[in-house]
């Protein structure tokens, strides 16, 4: 079980995936469009009741694309797709 930091309660989606990607991540009505390559991580100030995000490789390889979604250090939810153009959709509950 995971406790929310009432200081600075923050959120971090992280990519990783070693060719092009596209997706979507936020909470609960403020979710924000996002291309990238290769590794990012996004921080979601103050998240409101949950963190969902959609992600989505941009070519056909078979290289695996991850996205973990942590709070204060502890992993809430990880997901990964080796298909080719593959999509990961996850999402974590904040209490």
Not at 42 to 59: E, H, L, N, R, W
Not at 61 to 71: A, D, E, P, R
Request: hydrophobic share 30%.
């Amino acid at each position: 079980m995971f406790t929310v930091d009432t200081v600075n309660p923050s959120v971090q989606v992280e990519v990783n995936y070693n060719g092009k990607w596209s997706g979507a991540y936020g909470d609960i009505g403020n979710m924000k469009s996002v291309d990238g390559t290769g590794s990012r991580t996004y921080t979601i100030t103050d998240p409101y009741g949950a963190v969902s995000c959609s992600f989505q490789k941009m070519d056909g390889s078979s290289n695996v694309l991850t996205v973990t979604i942590t709070q204060n250090g502890a992993v809430l939810e990880t997901s990964s797709t080796n298909s080719p153009y593959g999509v990961v959709i996850t999402s974590a509950s904040l209490f």
